[in-house]
């Protein structure tokens, strides 16, 4: 067994680890080839990939992100193997704590290597709620990059405004008595949505149900919660969000939609 880094060429090899269920895995392993702040990992025997896993750097913070293990060699410990070898890179670049969102199938491993859960996502799909655009909603200029900054580190505690540059311009914020309250960036992952108000975080959500018929947030937004259960929806799964390290006092209340599994 051979830890290697992952190169351009191994993209094309993902298809035969590609889990049930899950999204497209190349386009997040052709990000993290060009982005410096990610380190993709493979393992080899055999001559072939049997794992792969990243780990995402944003300064003092680290995520864990697509720790996959080809189906002919699970129950052999790669996958605690891969976790071990993903820490020690967030210990080499001195991050202070690691973060990471758990299948069913990979919290037994993640809890062995000493990760605790911190709370849980909520999951819902085929959501079909048509709304007319808040005259608060309104289109990202670039007066709003401090507060959006501001809004997201507080809610996060992750110095993470550097990930949000291409997608501003594309961006809406629910903007009230001269503040920025929230802001929703479709191209970021999934969608990214953060508000320090429910009227915000409410009508931004409704702004991606117009074009999106998922959302993922952690089930302490009560407000997102009992907003998708009031219109007949209810969670389809959940999935463990998980910390090894410094705890932070991330305000999960304002995360009305995530942006990924692998950046938070």
Not at 16 to 26: E, K, M, N, S, V
Not at 42 to 54: E, F, L, M, S, V
Not at 113 to 142: C, N, Q, R, W
């Amino acid at each position: 067994m051979e830890v290697q880094p992952f190169n351009d060429n191994d993209v094309n090899l993902l298809v035969d680890l590609q889990p049930d269920g899950w999204p497209d895995i190349t386009p997040s392993f052709r990000f993290y080839k060009v982005s410096s702040f990610c380190f993709p990992i493979k393992i080899i025997i055999d001559g072939k990939i049997a794992g792969i896993g990243a780990t995402i750097i944003h300064h003092k913070i680290a995520w864990l992100g697509h720790i996959i293990v080809h189906p002919e060699h699970r129950g052999k410990g790669i996958g605690g193997y891969i976790t071990k070898k993903l820490i020690d890179i967030a210990n080499q670049h001195d991050c202070e704590t690691i973060n990471l969102v758990a299948t069913d199938l990979g919290a037994p491993v993640y809890e062995k290597a000493g990760f605790t859960t911190e709370t849980e996502y909520f999951f819902f799909k085929d959501i079909h709620i048509a709304s007319a655009l808040s005259p608060l909603v309104i289109p990202y200029k670039k007066e709003f990059r401090e507060q959006i900054a501001e809004i997201d580190y507080l809610t996060s505690q992750e110095d993470r405004v550097f990930l949000f540059e291409e997608h501003l311009t594309g961006g809406l914020v629910y903007f009230n008595n001269n503040m920025v309250e929230g802001f929703y960036l479709p191209t970021l992952g999934e969608g990214l949505i953060i508000a320090n108000t429910r009227a915000a975080g409410i009508e931004l959500l409704k702004v991606h149900f117009n074009a999106n018929d998922k959302v993922a947030f952690p089930k302490d937004n009560l407000y997102a919660t009992t907003f998708l259960h009031e219109n007949g929806y209810k969670e389809i799964r959940t999935a463990k969000r998980m910390i090894l390290g410094k705890k932070r006092n991330v305000i999960l209340s304002n995360i009305y939609n995530r942006i990924a599994g692998n950046i938070g």
